[in-house]
């Protein structure tokens, strides 16, 4: 398992760190997924091998959120 932070911008209520941790948890290989509002990011642990980096910042992306 990898572990990474994401910067997440657009976020701004609880509703969208749901709608975050939602579609990060929804992909295969990510075990866990915490999104903070106050620090606009998002902590994944995933399997690399399963889904990469690029993969989950672009989940944020088609979300509607900017990710980097």
């Not at 572990?3 to 990510?30: A, Y």
Request: aromatic content about 2%; hydrophobic content about 45%.
């Amino acid at each position: 398992m990898e572990n990474t932070v994401i910067k997440v911008g657009g976020m701004s209520c609880q509703g969208c760190v749901r709608n975050i941790t939602g579609v990060l948890s929804s992909l295969s290989g990510v075990s866990g997924a915490e999104v903070s509002l106050e620090a606009a990011e998002a902590r994944v642990a995933f399997d690399a091998q399963v889904v990469s980096r690029d993969a989950l910042v672009n989940a944020i992306e088609d979300a509607g959120f900017d990710a980097e």
